[in-house]
């Protein structure tokens, strides 16, 4: 398998205007003139530089593989072509988005509603968490575009309610996230479903050699579109490591919260009882706060998700369950209350703030057994954080509320 890369351009931006270098518009990418309106109605200017390099390879055909961080635009980099093609076709499943979690399901649903909006094109997406029939009754009734999770459409193939015999497209979105949750397999029994002359589109936040060797096996002569370096952190994120004793991150986390301008919020721990505890804690202190995990039904989960993209409570404690994938504009602050284990997280991670070129910050609270991980989440990310000591929290201080 050849494979030819693309630098995107980077983002320029001053205190008002975000551009790209050089600059582009929507109507020089060949889109159509009913996606265009639909760009246009969602008040998009220019496109981000993945969208820039990749809409118009995926619009002549080419296999694209797509590398970038969240908050890069590129949900849209394959949802604007897909859509542009399969406008005025045959009501056939045509396009297949595979994605690792029911929230990011949903967010690409939207994303292809949103687009879709001046044409006859359906879509369905199809998650574990809610009764499967609903879904089923769409998928029997003909769609266009199917987005979903691997697990239930394997269910949906079983019971033979959807068929792929007409498919075009199939897209690997988050590649590196489904195969960390152990989806290899369900991909590779999906992918012998559909047409094995198609077009593939793979997009991933870093690519791991799992995710390299997935794109060898399903892609032909793939070109990549490269947004910053591999496994680089958004520039528009500013970090900070906060040395502190485990048993004291939740109160150092409502001081921040009580005296610091943190306006919203993202919290990750790394255990689903560890997310309850700290809004215990939050609550206790007056503060605002919702949990979102594994544990929590769909309903809660998007309850939970809503409520704080709303405003309505301004910290959202999660784990890893949410650090990919999700569209939430205008978070100020993530926080990684636990040191994630993996390198890798901590760039999934923060990437949920500092989107769309705006700034945003990271803080990392680092226990005395977790400053090896520190130290490595620094050599992935090519640079030092800086340590910030609140006194009678820091290792060395004496501890007191």
Request: hydrophobic share 40%.
């Given at each position: 398998m050849?494979i030819?890369t693309?630098e995107?351009?980077q983002?320029?931006?001053?205190?008002e205007?975000?551009?790209?270098?050089?600059?582009?518009?929507?109507?020089?990418l060949?889109?159509?003139?009913?996606?265009?309106?639909?760009?246009?109605?969602?008040?998009?200017?220019?496109?981000?530089?993945?969208?820039g390099?990749?809409i118009?390879?995926?619009l002549k055909?080419?296999?694209v593989m797509?590398l970038?961080q969240?908050?890069?635009?590129?949900?849209?980099a394959?949802t604007?072509?897909i859509?542009?093609?399969?406008?005025?076709?045959?009501?056939r499943?045509r396009a297949l988005v595979?994605?690792?979690?029911?929230?990011?399901?949903v967010?690409v649903?939207?994303?292809?509603?949103?687009?879709a909006?001046?044409?006859?094109?359906?879509?369905v997406?199809v998650y574990g968490?809610?009764p499967?029939?609903?879904q089923?009754?769409?998928?029997?009734?003909?769609?266009?575009i199917v987005?979903?999770?691997?697990?239930r459409?394997i269910d949906?193939?079983e019971r033979?309610?959807v068929?792929?015999d007409?498919?075009e497209?199939?897209v690997?979105d988050?590649?590196?996230?489904?195969?960390?949750?152990g989806?290899a397999?369900?991909?590779?029994?999906?992918v012998a479903?559909?047409?094995?002359?198609?077009q593939?589109?793979?997009?991933?936040?870093t690519?791991?050699?799992?995710v390299e060797?997935?794109?060898?096996k399903?892609?032909r002569?793939?070109?990549?579109?490269?947004?910053?370096r591999?496994?680089s952190?958004a520039?528009?994120?500013?970090?900070?490591?906060?040395p502190?004793?485990?048993?004291?991150?939740?109160?150092?986390l409502?001081?921040?919260?009580?005296?610091?301008k943190l306006?919203?919020v993202?919290v990750?721990t790394r255990?689903?009882?560890?997310?309850?505890?700290?809004v215990?804690?939050?609550?206790?202190?007056h503060?605002?706060?919702?949990?979102?995990?594994?544990?929590?039904?769909q309903?809660?989960?998007t309850?939970a998700l809503q409520?704080?993209?709303?405003?309505?409570?301004r910290?959202?404690?999660?784990?890893?369950?949410?650090?990919?994938?999700?569209d939430?504009?205008?978070?100020?602050?993530?926080?990684?209350?636990?040191v994630?284990?993996?390198?890798?997280d901590y760039v999934h991670?923060?990437?949920?703030?500092?989107?769309?070129?705006?700034e945003?910050?990271?803080?990392t609270?680092m226990?005395p057994?977790?400053?090896a991980?520190?130290?490595?989440i620094?050599?992935v990310?090519?640079?030092?954080i800086?340590?910030?000591s609140?006194?009678?929290f820091d290792?060395?201080?004496?501890?007191?509320d």
């Amino acid at each position: 398998m050849s494979i030819d890369t693309i630098e995107a351009p980077q983002v320029e931006q001053d205190e008002e205007t975000t551009t790209l270098t050089p600059a582009i518009t929507f109507d020089q990418l060949g889109l159509s003139a009913e996606v265009l309106r639909a760009v246009e109605d969602a008040g998009y200017k220019v496109p981000t530089p993945i969208q820039g390099d990749a809409i118009p390879l995926v619009l002549k055909g080419r296999d694209v593989m797509g590398l970038a961080q969240t908050g890069t635009g590129k949900t849209a980099a394959f949802t604007l072509p897909i859509v542009n093609q399969l406008i005025g076709g045959p009501r056939r499943t045509r396009a297949l988005v595979l994605t690792p979690t029911r929230e990011l399901c949903v967010q690409v649903e939207e994303s292809v509603h949103k687009y879709a909006r001046h044409s006859q094109l359906n879509v369905v997406s199809v998650y574990g968490g809610v009764p499967l029939e609903p879904q089923q009754k769409k998928l029997r009734a003909g769609v266009d575009i199917v987005v979903a999770t691997p697990g239930r459409l394997i269910d949906h193939l079983e019971r033979q309610n959807v068929v792929f015999d007409d498919l075009e497209v199939l897209v690997l979105d988050e590649a590196d996230r489904m195969l960390d949750m152990g989806f290899a397999p369900q991909i590779n029994r999906i992918v012998a479903d559909v047409p094995k002359y198609r077009q593939t589109l793979l997009f991933s936040a870093t690519m791991p050699p799992e995710v390299e060797a997935l794109a060898r096996k399903y892609l032909r002569k793939p070109i990549v579109v490269q947004v910053g370096r591999r496994s680089s952190a958004a520039s528009t994120v500013s970090h900070a490591v906060y040395p502190v004793p485990r048993e004291r991150k939740s109160s150092l986390l409502a001081r921040l919260l009580k005296e610091a301008k943190l306006d919203s919020v993202l919290v990750f721990t790394r255990t689903k009882h560890g997310a309850d505890r700290v809004v215990r804690h939050l609550e206790r202190e007056h503060i605002q706060a919702t949990a979102m995990h594994a544990d929590k039904t769909q309903p809660q989960r998007t309850k939970a998700l809503q409520d704080f993209k709303d405003g309505r409570v301004r910290v959202l404690v999660a784990t890893d369950i949410a650090q990919r994938g999700l569209d939430i504009s205008g978070i100020t602050h993530v926080v990684n209350y636990d040191v994630p284990q993996q390198a890798e997280d901590y760039v999934h991670r923060i990437g949920r703030t500092g989107r769309a070129a705006k700034e945003g910050d990271a803080f990392t609270f680092m226990a005395p057994d977790e400053i090896a991980m520190v130290k490595s989440i620094e050599r992935v990310i090519g640079q030092p954080i800086p340590r910030i000591s609140v006194a009678g929290f820091d290792f060395g201080t004496v501890a007191a509320d």
